[in-house]
Nanobody
Framework: QVQLVESGGGLVQPGGSLRLSCAAS????????MGWYRQAPGKQRELVVV???????EYADSMKGRCTISRDNTKNTVSLQMNNLKPEDTAVYYC?????????WGQGTQVIVSS
């Protein structure tokens, strides 16, 4: 079992920045991949970015150049820095981990981009 707890969501104006964090209950070294996904109202959940245990990173085209994922192995935390946010980035952001072939999800954190 892996428990994931997201934090850092909130209301931000267009062009602003937010930093989301995802704290895992296990060592990141035991996790093969971690990623951020988002789901806007009425839409399917979509990938934002994923980082593998080997450090490979894949960003969604919509977020390239506007976000950076990082991991702190000492705190078992993965963070997502998002810049130049747009209203279309409004969504619930979820952290996901894959361990032993099983996917685990956090409860999500709301991001609202609005003036």
């Amino acid at each position: 079992q892996v428990q994931l707890v997201e934090s850092g969501g909130g209301l931000v104006q267009p062009g602003g920045s937010l930093r989301l964090s995802c704290a895992a209950s296990v060592s990141l070294f035991s996790i093969s991949a971690m990623g951020w996904y988002r789901q806007a109202p009425g839409k399917q959940r979509e990938l934002v970015v994923v980082i593998t245990g080997g450090g490979l990173i894949e960003y969604a085209d919509s977020m390239k150049g506007r976000c950076t994922i990082s991991r702190d192995n000492t705190k078992n935390t993965v963070s997502l820095q998002m810049n130049n946010l747009k209203p279309e980035d409004t969504a619930v952001y979820y952290c996901k981990s894959r361990r032993g072939g099983v996917d685990y999800w956090g409860q999500g954190t709301q991001v609202i981009v609005s003036s």
